[in-house]
């Protein structure tokens, strides 16, 4: 029987700058789920939230340049 992987994403809001380079990358090469939120961070920046089923292609964490973003399987589901 085929199983579906779970994913989940995290932004450490002391690290994130908001400079939103891992909403770029999520939505021109991942799963599109990333998005500005309204909120700040502890820097003052715009802090990206996910909305939908993150499907763990990392490339927001590779190229968050504050290793900001924390991608870990969940397990199948
Ligand atoms: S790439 Fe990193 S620092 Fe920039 S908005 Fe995303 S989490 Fe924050
Ligand atoms: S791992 Fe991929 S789908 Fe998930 S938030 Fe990052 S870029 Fe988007």
Known sequence: MA??????????????KGCLICVHMCNTRGGKILKESDKKTALGGTKPIPE???????????????FAVNVEEQGDA
């Open 3 to 16: 199983t579906v992987k779970r994913f989940s994403v995290a932004i450490d809001e002391d690290k994130c």
């Open 52 to 66: 939908g089923d993150c499907i763990g292609c990392r490339w927001c964490e590779l190229y968050c340049p504050d």
